[in-house]
């Protein structure tokens, strides 16, 4: 089994981070993640725009076991604190809707994750460049911009030991 739950230290946590593989999620925490997923705040973020359907969510997340270019995690401190994501060097990010200023604990697991277990050469985050929430956080983690179409931003983070 690929990707099983792994357990980090940050330091913005006291308490041991733990990355959940959507793949070893059990029912309650998949309709968890679906309801952040359909919040009004985050889909309007997101390219799949539509309310999804638990059986859609299901689909996804047996499609993802199938799949070692594609990982997603339910990121778990002392509570549940949002979700980081994969597809290749492509990053996701979103946090529980109930929660403030997690990208500051979510960020550095993705750089983390991203470069040492992965040993990715770089990050490429897409963004709707009217997210500037997204694009501040980014920023402040030394991502940059490479690219802007109409609606998106491309930005990257280099990883400095490769």
Known sequence: KKNTTEVW??????SPIRLINFTDLDETQM??????????????????????????????????????DIRHFLVQGTQYLGVIAFKDAHIGIYSNPA???MGKILMPLIIKYGFEELMLKKLIAEVYANNQTAINL?????????????DTLTMELKNENS
């Open 9 to 14: 230290k940050s330091t913005m946590q006291t």
């Open 31 to 68: 309709r968890m993640v679906l309801l952040w997923r359909n919040h009004n705040k985050i889909r309007q973020m997101m390219h799949t725009k539509h309310i999804i359907t638990f059986a859609e969510h299901l689909h996804f997340i047996s499609e993802l076991k199938t799949r070692n």
């Open 99 to 101: 929660l403030r200023g």
């Open 138 to 150: 980014y920023k402040k983690f030394n991502f940059e911009q490479t690219s802007r179409n109409e």
